[in-house]
Each structure stands twice: as C-alpha cells, then as structure tokens.
C-alpha cells in the first residue's frame, strides 16, 4: 500500500523498542508498534518518547503503523 492509502492517527511517542520500532499511544486509547517513513529516514529526522507524531495504519492490520509526521512543540 502506498503512504496515501493508510488511515491517519494522531499519537504519542511512548516507548522506543529495539529496531527502530516504537510504541504510540493513540488519541483513541488504543497502543500501536510502527516505524519511520522513508522521507523520514531520509531527512534524518528524529522521533523521541514524548513527541506527538502522525501515524498512517494500514485496515488490513490495525495493529502496526508508519509515522509520516512529527509535530512541533
């Protein structure tokens, strides 16, 4: 699926597992596993715990996510 295609949450960043996953707790309450995008990798852009981020879920597997954006403090 294409970046377009994903469902996009708003969350936060609360915990960085091994691999460069992460942990986000969602506005909904539910927690999700995802990773950075590629423009995000490719711009050397830094996600922390405790950033408000952007994540873009695929329906077919509610349970990982891309994190497309970081937002401002």
Do not use: C, W
Not at 31 to 44: D, E, P, Q, V, W
């Amino acid at each position: 699926m294409s970046r377009d295609d994903l469902i996009r949450f708003e969350g936060k960043v609360v915990d960085m597992t091994g691999g460069g996953n992460y942990q986000i707790a969602l506005d909904n309450g539910m927690t999700i596993s995802a990773r950075l995008s590629g423009k995000m990798k490719k711009f050397k852009i830094k996600v922390i715990v405790g950033d408000s981020v952007t994540v873009g879920v695929s329906p077919y597997d509610p349970t990982h996510g891309l994190i497309t954006h970081r937002k401002k403090v």
